[in-house]
């Protein structure tokens, strides 16, 4: 497998650091989070705006979107999270709750369900149609840096401090799994496309990736020089990447866990990737308030044709027989008169 990146664009989006991006499904568009205290809508052809959402009056830590691209949902350093119409740029609802800033959201594909972890080390449930708090999960991680749904929303995974990693029952809000392999905080958190593995990026600089059911390490990505601070994983399920304080991105055979690609240093920490539907665009949100566009294009190599069938011993014995057979035929066979 090879990966070919290169620049596409770089545009100023914001006025301080970037902590979030997601392209909309259309892959023309990307919603940005920021600790100016704001989200923005823009184009990525041109990096115009065409939405600022104000509401925040902190710095926004974290930002998720529906799968069809009408709602977001964003958290705060003002200990709240706020649910947006994307298309009309707008507030539906604000939740409060958390007692400390929120780190992590992720929004199911009708906006119905929300959760988020948040530096007060408690992971809570919502109600995306009524604003009502569903559930706190027992959790007492101290800080919940990051969460994510699994298809059905049945189970979230979060990462936290003391490098913990835990998949949770929505329905309960209590643990279902424990996952040992980090050693230190544990700061992004993704499912793959089918769910049955998660991938988690920390402090201690690596990334793992988790089989859902038995809990097991079934690959580790050691590379980075300093804490990751974001993970993704595309080209179906092919490809992981990772941004890092280090100032520097990697894409990861996620099968093998070789580095396919490093990025030159970029000048400041990355703290989110997102890669559009094809897998041909990806962006990363920098500390300077700045998005880079990154053309990917992911070679992987046809797979080799099968072997031709070796002949046994046996085989070729009873092809000489049958060969030597038919040369006596010929021998003896007269010549018509």
Known sequence: MEAKVTQSSSYTIHTKAVRGVCFLPDGKRILSCSADNTLKLWKVENGEA???????TG?????????????????????????????????????????????????????????SGAGDGSIKLWNGSTGELVRTFDANLAWAWAVA??????????????KAVN???????????????????????VFSSDYKYGITGGDDKQIIMWNIETGQAMCKYVGHADKVRAVTIFCDDKVI?????????????????????TSEELGCSIH??????????????????????????????????????????????????????????????????
């Open 50 to 56: 065409i939405h600022t959402f104000e509401g925040h």
């Open 59 to 115: 710095p926004v830590q974290t930002v998720a979107i529906t799968g069809d691209g009408k709602f977001a949902v964003s958290g705060s350093r003002d200990k709240t999270l706020i649910l947006w119409d994307i298309e009309k740029g707008k507030m539906v609802r604000k939740f409060e709750g958390h007692m400390d800033a929120v780190h992590g959201v992720d929004i199911s594909q009708d906006a119905s369900m929300i959760v």
């Open 149 to 162: 749904f699994n298809q059905d929303c049945s189970q979230v995974l979060s990462g936290s401090w003391n």
């Open 167 to 189: 998949l949770w029952d929505a329905e309960t809000g209590k643990s279902v799994g424990s996952f040992t392999g980090h050693n230190d905080d544990v700061h992004a958190v």
């Open 241 to 261: 990447g990772s941004g890092s304080m280090d100032k520097h991105f990697k894409l990861w055979n996620a099968e093998t866990g070789s580095c396919l690609f």
């Open 272 to 337: 989110s990737l997102d890669v559009t539907d094809d897998s041909s665009l990806l962006a990363t949100a920098l500390d300077d308030g700045s998005v880079i566009l990154w053309q990917t294009e992911i070679v992987i190599p046809p797979p080799e044709p099968p072997a031709e069938a070796c002949e046994t011993p046996a085989e070729t014995e009873e092809q000489d027989t049958a060969e030597s057979a038919e040369d006596e035929t010929e021998d003896i066979t007269e010549e018509p008169k």
